[in-house]
């Protein structure tokens, strides 16, 4: 099994609805991120928790919101879908290794297509 | 913030040949750099990492150097095959003082032609 599991994989929705994506993760990481990629853009951080009580902003996280229901589930959400949050999202998970940045560990990704 | 630019956007080499991308940041701060590669209908997956008391590591392959002074950073592959096109990334990293996440490129495809 996946260590970081990402559901639905694909959505499609329209302009204005309410979408939550989920991250699941046996990895036991303390460290949780939500990414955004788009084509020939790279991959830009929306979202970061360093644990159940710890939620911080990313460099693009107007329009989103999150939730870090334990220390395995991190889901993000878009309160009011519109068409240029069409995008590839990525969960990704990183231990705390005394403070030093690390490697992270990627989800397979939820493809969000906004009409 | 952290800027990271990456060059070429895309590249095709021979098959056999050697392949470089290079990445440039804007932060002196950053002392974490890891390229991570992508394959179609998959997330980014970590190939080798550098951190800023290195100046080069090799792994097989792959070698990484970076420049402190300078502040870029090169991903080197070498006796490339097929398996090794996809779309390759940097990043930076600053972790410390409540900031973490990574900075990435925008990625480099990487044609291997046979």
């Known amino acids: 099994d996946a260590d970081v599991t990402q559901t639905p994989r694909n959505r499609i929705t329209k302009t204005g609805k309410r979408i939550m994506l989920e991250c699941s993760q046996t990895?036991?990481?303390?460290?949780m991120y939500w990414y955004r990629q788009d084509p020939g853009l790279g991959l830009q951080l929306i979202y970061y928790?360093?644990?159940?009580?710890?939620?911080n902003k990313g460099e693009i996280s107007d329009g989103y919101s999150v939730s870090r229901q334990a220390q395995a589930k991190f889901s993000l959400s878009l309160e009011s879908a519109i068409p240029n949050q069409t995008a590839l999202y990525f969960c990704?998970?990183?231990?705390?290794?005394?403070?030093?940045?690390?490697?992270?560990?990627f989800g397979p990704g939820t493809r969000l297509t906004v009409l | 913030g952290e800027n990271v630019e990456q060059h070429p956007s895309t590249l095709s080499v021979q098959e056999g040949d050697s392949a470089v991308i290079k990445c440039t940041y804007s932060d002196s701060a950053s002392n974490y750099f890891p390229w991570y590669k992508q394959e179609l209908g998959k997330g980014p997956q970590l190939i080798i990492d550098i951190r800023s008391n290195v100046g080069e590591k090799k792994d097989q392959r792959i070698a990484v150097t970076l420049n402190k002074t300078a502040k870029h950073f090169s991903l080197h592959i070498t006796e490339t095959q097929p398996e090794d096109s996809a779309v390759y990334f940097c990043a930076a990293s600053i972790r410390g003082g409540g900031a973490d996440g990574l900075t990435f490129g925008k990625g480099t495809h990487l044609i291997i032609q046979p």
């Open positions: 990704a998970t990183s231990d705390d290794d005394s403070g030093r940045a690390g490697e992270q560990f």
């Open positions: 928790s360093f644990d159940v009580k710890d939620i």
């Open positions: 990895k036991g990481h303390d460290r």
